[in-house]
């Protein structure tokens, strides 16, 4: 199966009192890799083209191993349908430790901007970056 990689490097703003990635920072790095998919495989277009946005319905974390200031981080990220929702499992990597620091799996639903829910799009689901 095809992986969705996103790479980036451990900036000290995103350090806590600990000098380790404040818990918070491991969901917006989970976010950068969702909107790094998306851009990368030109799918924003098509949501865009199709009044439609992808949003998180649910988030689950489970930390392994800290991540410090300058590390250098890969997030691997699967995709899989169920239905209407997007599942997903952004596996994050302190590559300067060879190292899994963190899981966060979660769910994605797409919406329009009266909020209603819509199918996954076919341009998304035509991809061979999903399992089913």
Not at 89 to 102: D, G, V
Request: with cysteine.
């Amino acid at each position: 199966m095809v992986k969705s990689i996103f790479k980036l490097r451990v900036r000290g703003y995103e350090l806590d009192s600990f000098g380790h990635v404040n818990n918070a920072v491991y969901l917006q790095y989970a976010e950068e890799a969702k909107w790094h998919f998306f851009a990368e495989t030109k799918l924003l277009g098509v949501l865009e083209d199709q009044g439609i946005f992808p949003v998180i319905l649910e988030n689950n974390l489970r930390y392994m191993h800290e991540l410090k200031m300058h590390d250098e981080v890969r997030i691997e990220t699967t995709w899989k349908t169920n239905g209407k929702l997007l599942h997903f499992t952004h596996t994050i990597y302190n590559e300067t430790e060879n190292i899994r620091s963190c899981v966060v799996k979660g769910k994605v639903a797409f919406v329009d901007h009266e909020r209603l829910m819509h199918d996954i799009p076919d341009e998304l689901l035509k991809m061979e970056i999903l399992q089913k």
